[in-house]
Nanobody, 111 residues
Framework: QVQVAESGGGLVQPGGSLTLSCAAS????????GTWYRQAPGKERELVAT???????LYAEYVKGRFTISRDSAKNTVFLQMNSLKPEDTALYSC?????WGQGTQVTVSS
């Protein structure tokens, strides 16, 4: 059983930045893609960004140029650097590795 845990969420003002971390046990991210999702209240969960084990990256259109996904293979951790945050980025952010999911970390963008 792989354990996945997100961290780094919080309250930030519009225009601010946060870096989220997603740590997985074992070597999950070395053999599987790591993907960040988010779900705002009353909305469907949506993909934010994904990074494959080969390093290929895909972003949702609404975060291109603002968010950066990266991976530290030695630490088996995937990061999501979020800049120029907007109120509409407010959501529960979660990540997965294969079929394993974390509990999520809340990001709230508000003045």
């Amino acid at each position: 059983q792989v354990q996945v845990a997100e961290s780094g969420g919080g309250l930030v003002q519009p225009g601010g930045s946060l870096t989220l971390s997603c740590a997985a046990s074992g070597s999950c991210f070395n053999i599987n893609a790591g993907t960040w999702y988010r779900q705002a209240p009353g909305k469907e969960r949506e993909l934010v960004a994904t990074i494959t084990r080969g390093g290929s990256i895909l972003y949702a259109e609404y975060v291109k140029g603002r968010f950066t996904i990266s991976r530290d293979s030695a630490k088996n951790t995937v990061f999501l650097q979020m800049n120029s945050l907007k109120p509409e980025d407010t959501a529960l952010y979660s990540c997965n590795c294969a079929e394993f999911w974390g509990q999520g970390t809340q990001v709230t963008v508000s003045s």
